[in-house]
């Protein structure tokens, strides 16, 4: 069987290797595009998308338009993290609002019978190093996850087909159970 191939977009992040390698670890190919050199179809190359953290651009819908483009159009599971799940939630109208500076591991709430949550449990401990948070679910979506400082941890379109996380997932032990679930939703 071949392996599945996911591309995995870098909006600025400090953790690309360690991203990179959670999918590699579920058996998974990596390729890597910056946000503003992207393809412009996924033409079946890739079975997942996965959007990077960023640094606060969020609100450049004319930077980010050709990946919402990409986001919208792809036929395959997207998951965005942290900045990668504000550029999704701005796009579909969603609000971010400043919070208190998080970095390390805080506890978060979340849907256990959502598929993404399949290899944890009700409460899980992710990783944060931001102070920007969505404050609701987009139209089109729904939160799936809330903590002390985000309400909206973690989202789910109505669809299924994207999903995010406020928190790095690449971090943690909670974070990479996460990942195996969304793992799980492109390798079925």
Not at 91 to 119: M, N, S
Not at 140 to 149: L, M
């Amino acid at each position: 069987m071949a392996k599945s191939r996911v591309l995995v977009v870098n909006n600025g992040t400090l953790s690309l290797k360690q991203l990179r390698s959670r999918f590699e670890e579920f058996g998974s190919e990596t390729e890597v595009a910056a946000a503003d050199a992207l393809p412009a179809r996924l033409d079946g190359r890739y079975q997942a998308v996965v959007l990077s953290g960023t640094k606060v651009r969020a609100y450049d819908g004319e930077f980010y338009k050709p990946l919402i483009d990409l986001v919208n159009e792809a036929d395959v599971p997207v998951f965005g993290i942290c900045g990668g799940m504000q550029v999704i939630a701005v796009a579909a109208g969603g609000r971010l609002a400043e919070g208190p500076q998080r970095v390390g591991g805080h506890r978060a709430e979340v849907d256990t019978e959502e598929p993404l949550f399949a290899y944890v449990g009700p409460e899980v401990t992710v990783f944060h190093r931001h102070t920007l948070y969505l404050q609701e679910a987009p139209a089109g979506f729904r939160a799936i996850g809330r903590s002390e400082h985000a309400p909206v941890e973690f989202i789910r379109s109505e669809d299924g087909r994207i999903l995010g996380s406020q928190a790095h997932l690449e971090f943690r032990s909670d974070g990479r159970e996460i990942l195996r679930g969304f793992a799980r939703l492109y390798q079925q």
